[in-house]
Antibody
């Protein structure tokens, strides 16, 4: 059974960098079969895809975030990470990591972490 | 970018059928996935590839996709089905898109 778990600070100051890590168990992030993604949900709002990464380290990001987002892999720890720079109150959200269960462009998000609430406030 | 439109809310009496629509331009040409999200929890995949049920999802959940509308149908609705439901497709081969979400209330 694949499990994903987010970790990181729950409070970030405005204009600083939000950093979260997703630890994957029950499966390898080095697998060629899947992509690994970040999705967020602002309070009372819907789901917003942020980006995803492949085992090669290649990434695709939501263009609305422009150059603020970086997603990276640590295969030695079976983890992938999110960094979002220059945060504002609008970045306050629950951040989920999730697995794309197959080919990007067609597949669902089949496994999700429980989510991590990150609040941007001074 | 591709837009998926869902009704904000659907109300249903226990035992009846709930239908949640997801509208998008020529959505029939895309694979539609559906997620159930209960308060304080992560989304759970309930229907993938238009109409397939992942393991462990009750047969009461079914899906269809035609023209400009995909539909998630919940038959014999139970109190435990009360949740938010989101549809999802891929816009081009790189960008996933979520619907606006529908809150299902069991009366």
């Amino acid at each position: 059974q694949v499990k994903l778990q987010e970790s990181g600070p729950g409070l970030v100051k405005p204009l600083q960098t939000l950093s979260l890590t997703c630890t994957v168990s029950g499966g390898s992030i080095s697998s060629t079969l899947y992509y690994w993604s970040w999705i967020r949900q602002s309070p009372g709002r819907g789901l917003e895809w942020l980006g995803y990464i492949y085992h090669t380290g290649g990434t695709f990001n939501n263009l609305s975030l422009k150059s603020r987002i970086t997603i990276s892999l640590d295969t030695s720890k079976n983890q992938f990470s999110l960094k979002l720079t220059s945060v504002t109150a609008a970045d306050t959200a629950v951040y989920f990591c999730a697995r794309v269960g197959g080919t990007a462009g067609n597949s669902p998000f089949d496994y999700w972490g429980q989510g991590a609430l990150v609040t941007v406030s001074s | 970018s591709y837009v998926l439109t869902q009704p904000p809310s659907v109300s249903v009496v226990p035992g009846e059928t709930a239908r949640i629509t997801c509208g998008g331009d020529s959505i029939q040409s895309k694979s539609v996935h559906w997620y159930q999200q209960k308060p304080g929890q992560a989304p759970v995949l309930v229907i993938n590839y238009d109409s397939d049920r992942p393991s462990g999802i009750p047969e009461r959940f079914s899906g269809s996709n035609s023209g400009n509308t995909a539909t998630l149908t919940i038959s014999r609705v139970e109190a435990g089905d009360e949740a938010d439901y989101y549809c999802q497709v891929w816009d081009s081969s790189t960008d996933p898109v979520f619907g606006t979400g529908t809150k299902v209330t069991v009366l």
